[in-house]
Every structure is written in C-alpha cells, then in structure tokens.
C-alpha cells in the first residue's frame, strides 16, 4: 500500500512521491476497474473535536493527469502554484472555512495525489520554491507552524478508485478518522483512537524511559501539540542515536549462525528469499541459491525511516525485502520468528528494545490499525480504506482525550 517517508522540509513534488507512492500507486493502477470514477468525490468533513478555535483545511496535490502540483478548492476546480523562489517564497492562500465544533462540512477532492491538512486556530503557513511546495517541518524550532495544532490525511482519488488514510509516519498529533462510502451505501472507516486514547499516548510514551518522553512537543503555556516520531528525535537529538543498537546487534549474531526466510508477497507463497549474516552484512538468496541483494548492518536511524541501509527501491527483489525488515526491526519480531513477516500482531513491540512510539500508537488505536512507521503497511497493519467506486469519503475531527 502506501510507503511513508520522512517528508519535512522536503518539497511537495519529493514528498507526495515519498506519501502516496510505490504500492498504493501500484494498487491503483493495478485493481479492477467498477463504475466510472467520477472527476470529483464529496469529502465530508465532521468536527467531533470539542474544540472552539477556528478549523482550516487544505487539499493539496499532485493532479494526476498532468502532474502538475496544486491545491484544491471547496468545490475541488485545481489551482496550480505558482513559481516559487530561493529563499522560499509565500504560497497563496489555499485554505478553506472548515467546519465549527459539532458540524460538519463538504468539500469535493479531485483525482489528486495529495494530502488534507487541517489546523485548529491558525491559518499554515506554506512556501514554494522553485522545485515546489515546503511544506511545515515542526522538528524545526523555527519552523512557523510549530506551535499551530494541526494534521492532515494522505489520499490517491484515480480512475480505479479511491483510497485514504491517517497517518502517524511524521508525528502523532489531533487525532482524527477516515472513512469511505462505497457505491451499495456501506461505509468502512479506520483511524479512530480508542476511549482515552489521545492522553493515554503521551501518558505511556511519558513512561518509557531512554528519551522517547523527549518526543512530545508543548507550546510555551505547555499545551500538548504532538509527539514527533522517532526518526525526526534522532535527527533533532530527542532520541540517542543507539537506541536500537542492541536490537540490531542481537539480529545480526542469530542471523549469522541460523536462516532468516522472507516470503514478501501475501499472494505468493512460493516466493522466498532466505537471508545470513556475514560480517557486517546480510545476504539474500533465492531458492536456486543466487544471491540477490544484501543488507549492511543498520542503524536506527535506518530501522526509524525504513531508508538508508534499509532502502527499499520500487522494485520485485530488494524492496520487498527490505519492506519487510523494516517492519521486523520496528515490531522488533525479528529474534522470535525467524519467517518474516510475523503475521501475528499479538507478538509485536514486545522486547525490550523496540519502536515505542509505533507500539503505543497501535495500542491506542480502536481497530490496531495505523501507519505509524514507513512500512506499517507490511501483513496489512495499516489504517487505510479504500473502494472502486466510491460515494463518499469521511474525515472526521476527532477529541483530544
């Protein structure tokens, strides 16, 4: 499905390749054609959130028929930006009236790649340059939208359908659901915290010794805003650079004396790529006994962002291997089955050394679902929905308890 990568301060052109890429694209072009999509899809937005302040949304994308990248208006007509300069220069005004605290809202998303934003109180702020759009990069102290509330929704509308998720891959933030309405008049919705939920995050992620408190961003009057992930705590120094380094070692010294079998594709068993350690790297082999990729040695910062030593190109081999690792190392199921990957969720986050914040987000959840790391797609973990013909799709604002 979807592969989330860090994003940041990163251009939109980068990061909508990076966020609505490699398998959700894939799966789109690939699934069955249903009743002809049509140029436009009612969003309904609810505010469910409690909360007074004002609610801004933006619908920014890549339109799919030209690549061109843009914003959305209410009614979903594209509006390309315009140049853009070094240093960045202000992005027009792309926002739209959301809806206030107990009501409910539509706007018509068109067939994007894109993402919704939406923010409590205060307008984003946005910068092009001349390769795109900048979007907020909150890691940043200086960054101007680091102390506005605010999330947003990743999506792909196309002619094979639509489909939609939350996300926690960057940061885990106001809280919200997503949800289709498929042409028989069925919805399907994921995303939604349990009871509680929102505080018993950062509660638990408060608890867990070794930095990962280190995560949560408050404004100056202490108002929680969000929790970074833990790739941004590396790069920001949150996090210290060896906090997976245990985890890591303890997989390089069982997989240099035993067999790790990564069968990637759900759809075929038969295909199976088995991995040794040698040294400082792992090396894959098909069941002739070719060697087909190999792996060095990771360290958190790739296990975090499922990049780097973990790079997983949009390929048939080493992606797909690498896909999986990542998700091993993250669940950290790696050391207690050996067949990867370890469809049994019941067995995730629990050694001692582990993705924290990935584990208490999927505690969290009401259904388990989320995508709380680049690949928490991997045995459909994801929180995503998606239909071929759909009537309607859902964002609803969701509270912050």
């Not at 805003?225 to 906090?243: D, F, I, N």
């Amino acid at each position: 499905m979807l592969r989330k990568l860090r994003r940041g301060t990163t251009t939109m052109s980068l990061a909508l390749a990076a966020a609505l890429t490699g398998s959700l694209l894939a799966a789109g072009a690939s699934a069955p054609a249903h009743a002809e999509v049509p140029a436009t899809v009612p969003l309904k937005i609810t505010n469910n959130s409690s909360r007074g302040e004002r609610v801004y949304l933006y619908n920014l994308g890549t339109e799919l028929s030209t690549g061109r990248q843009g914003w959305a208006d209410a009614a979903g007509a594209f509006h390309p930006w315009p140049a853009g300069g070094n240093p960045p220069t202000p992005a027009p005004d792309a926002s739209i009236p959301g809806p206030a605290a107990g009501q409910s809202a539509i706007i018509r998303i068109p067939k994007f790649s894109g993402r919704v934003y939406f923010s409590y109180g205060q307008k984003l702020v946005f910068r092009l340059t001349p390769t795109g759009l900048v979007q907020p990069a909150v890691q940043n102290p200086a960054d101007p939208n680091r102390n506005i509330l605010f999330n947003w929704s990743e999506y792909t509308l196309n002619d094979s359908g639509l489909w939609i998720n939350s996300t926690q891959v960057d940061m885990f933030s106001a809280p919200y659901a997503v949800g289709v309405q498929r042409a028989d008049g069925s919805t399907t919705s994921t995303g939604r915290l349990r009871p509680g939920g929102y505080n018993g995050f950062f509660s638990a992620l408060r608890g867990q010794p070794g930095g990962w408190a280190n995560l949560i961003q408050t404004r100056p009057d202490g108002t929680v805003l969000r929790a970074l992930s833990p790739l941004y705590g590396l790069e920001t120094g949150a996090l210290p650079a060896t906090v997976m380094d245990d985890y890591i070692d303890r997989v390089w010294r069982k997989y240099s004396t035993s067999t790790l079998t990564v069968t990637p594709f759900a759809d075929q068993p038969g295909t199976r790529y088995y991995g040794r350690v040698s040294g400082d790297v792992m090396h894959f082999t098909n069941s002739s006994g070719v060697t087909v990729t190999s792996f060095e040695k990771p360290d958190a910062s790739s296990v975090f962002g499922c990049h780097r030593k973990l790079d997983a190109p949009n390929d048939l081999v080493r992606g797909p291997i690498s896909r999986t690792l990542c998700a091993g190392f993250n669940r950290s199921t790696l050391l207690v089955n050996p067949s990867q990957p370890d469809a049994d969720a019941g067995s995730f986050y629990k050694d001692g050394v582990t993705n924290r914040y990935a584990g208490q987000i999927h505690a969290n959840m009401a259904d388990g679902k989320a995508y709380a790391f680049a690949f928490d797609d991997v045995g459909h973990h994801e929180s995503l929905v998606h239909d071929g013909s759909p009537r309607q799709a859902y964002l609803t604002l969701d509270p912050l308890d």
